[in-house]
């Protein structure tokens, strides 16, 4: 069955005033501050004044280890709430916020698809509230205020070969990851290398994420590590005496934004750091606003459960004092042929047996969920392309290892469409669950990356380069040893290799090739193969296909 382009079906759609969203989560136009007629700040109060109201549910929305087609994880977190709100309970999903990068780059933009989108899909795309520009702006004060300091004297006796803050862009650029700053004589400064990341991969990104309330952002930023002196101290953003200016700049970032499924159903989008570097997850205050507004909330941290999931909880439930208790895991056919071994070329051609061989992948993402004590349910995201034996393939695998899982129409048919799965995740969060991390703080660096990349990946080992064990010492020194670990790896793959589809090879082992202490947001992360933090455009971008007409009528967006 053929459907309009997503970004049709979005400008078709009946929206809601923000106020009348608002309204139907209890919130009065003094909770929030409108940013059009149709998203909207919420207020920090809400939170504290509704600090004694029962916490609702958390539903993590998570995937099998994706294709480099995506396996529509947005898609089933929103078409999951509007199918809970179809059956008539109060929910709220809440999303990450889209980058620019990808929005142009290849991936194009991040509200769903189909009949299960969240809006207004052009403002969520692009610029939405400027969240990301504050962070840019607050990321390359911080840039400039040490660069100036370098200039004048340099105080903090700052090391030019050991300056660990870039400047960032939230448009990918190939030409810029590697620059020299400072040319043009004794006006142009000091010269130095540096470059450029994505701004999502700031570690302002990640504080946004992590921080509970504007103070607690203002005391993590205060606490980022920008370089080291040359008697090897750390240098931090509070030394520059730069934190005030910053937190300035984010007062406004901090508050989450709320806006609208296509059905009218309540989504707070807010957060959005790198889902490799950093942890990938919507904001802490989001979450913990949501929680107070809504019966369930439904979550979508970034990439599979291998990354995303096992981040949102050893890092960002830690912190947050959150008790998630269920796992959805969306599954697709063409991702379980694809890590069967077939070609994507290969993909839309039925194949029971490829399907058979990338159940493995599958099983590894639901034993990984377990392994923190939650409850899972699979969700069969649905195709066109897909054939009845290879569906029939997966949910008679699931009925064999008594994992419930539940076949979904969403992106065809919205809320109805996710009928079945939100009834089976109402019967599922019934069932007792019993969340914990995966390892304690206090457990070597070492150790904490070789748990993780052992539960969660399937490696035999890890091994960590001359370059990473240096660093090790370094961060053992300095104390800041026991923080949770982020680890940093393509989403691709189990392993650091992308090529490496389904499980590793027997006997694998995962190269961990440096160690970086972000000391503000408070993890380490582990660094798995080679990671750019500034994306480069395909071939042929995504921002080619896009045009606006007389009218200011967007196309090509989706």
Not at 55 to 68: L, S
Not at 135 to 144: F, K, M, P, R
């Amino acid at each position: 069955m053929a459907i309009p382009p997503d970004i049709e079906i979005a400008q078709n759609a009946k929206l809601k005033l923000i106020t009348e969203v608002a309204a139907d989560l209890g919130l009065s136009e003094d909770d929030i501050e409108p940013y059009g007629k149709y998203k909207a700040k919420i207020s920090l109060d809400v939170m504290k004044r509704l600090k004694d109201r029962p916490d609702g549910k958390i539903i993590i929305m998570t995937a099998v280890t994706p294709t480099k087609t995506g396996e529509g994880k947005t898609t089933m977190a929103v078409g999951l709430a509007q199918a809970l709100g179809h059956i008539g309970k109060k929910n709220i999903v809440v999303l990450r916020q889209p980058s620019l990068g990808p929005v142009f780059g290849i991936k194009g933009g991040a509200c769903g698809g189909g009949y299960a989108q969240v809006l207004p899909m052009e403002d969520i795309n692009i610029h939405f509230t400027g969240d990301l520009h504050a962070i840019t702006v607050a990321h390359d004060l911080l840039t400039s205020l040490m660069e100036n300091h370098i200039y004048r004297g340099n105080k903090l006796d700052i090391n030019p070969y050991q300056i660990m803050w870039k400047r960032v862009l939230d448009i990918e650029s190939r030409f810029l990851r590697n620059i020299v700053a400072g040319l043009g004589g004794r006006l142009g400064g000091v010269p130095y290398e540096t470059g450029f990341e994505i701004t999502t991969a700031s570690e302002i990104a990640a504080i946004h994420a992590i921080a509970v309330d504007l103070m607690d952002l203002k005391r993590r930023m205060g606490e980022i590590t920008i370089a080291y002196n040359k008697k090897r101290e750390p240098v931090t953003a509070a030394d520059l005496n730069a934190v005030g200016a910053m937190t300035i700049l984010m007062k406004e970032a901090v508050k989450p934004n709320l806006v609208q499924t296509l059905e009218n159903t309540p989504a707070i989008i807010h957060g959005g750091p790198f889902a490799n570097i950093a942890h990938g997850c919507p904001s802490l205050i989001a979450i913990k606003t949501a929680l107070k507004l809504a019966d369930y909330v439904v979550v979508e941290p970034g990439f599979g459960a291998d990354l995303g999931m096992e981040k949102f909880c050893d890092i960002a439930a830690r912190v947050g004092g959150l008790k998630p208790q269920l796992v959805v895991i969306v599954a697709t056919i063409k991702a379980l042929k694809r890590h069967g071994g077939l070609k994507y070329k290969e993909l839309k051609e039925p194949n029971v047996e490829a399907v058979r061989r990338g159940l493995p992948i599958l099983n590894q993402e639901v034993e990984n969920a377990k392994k923190f004590g939650l409850r899972v349910i699979v969700c069969m995201n649905h195709f066109y392309s897909d054939d009845q034996a290879e569906i029939d393939t997966v949910l008679d695998w699931c009925k064999e290892k008594g994992v419930p899982a539940a076949f979904t129409d969403t992106v065809l048919k919205g809320g109805p469409g996710g009928k079945e799965l939100a009834e089976l995740v109402l019967e599922e969060l019934e069932k007792p669950s019993d969340f914990h991390p995966l390892y304690p703080l206090d457990m070597p660096v070492e150790e904490k990356i070789r748990t993780i990349a052992q539960n969660m990946y399937g490696v035999a080992d890890v091994e960590l380069s001359s370059e990473a064990r240096r660093a090790l010492r370094r961060i053992e020194r300095l104390g800041f040893d026991k923080m949770p670990i982020c680890m940093a790896k393509t989403p691709l793959s189990l392993t650091e290799n992308e090529r490496i589809q389904g499980m590793p090879p027997k006997g694998y082992i995962l190269p961990i090739t440096n160690l970086k202490p972000s000391t503000g947001v408070g993890f380490i992360i582990a660094y798995c193969g080679d990671i750019s933090t500034m994306p480069a455009h395909p071939s042929k971008p995504a921002a080619e296909g896009m045009d606006i007409d007389e009218n200011g009528v967007i196309k090509g967006l989706s």
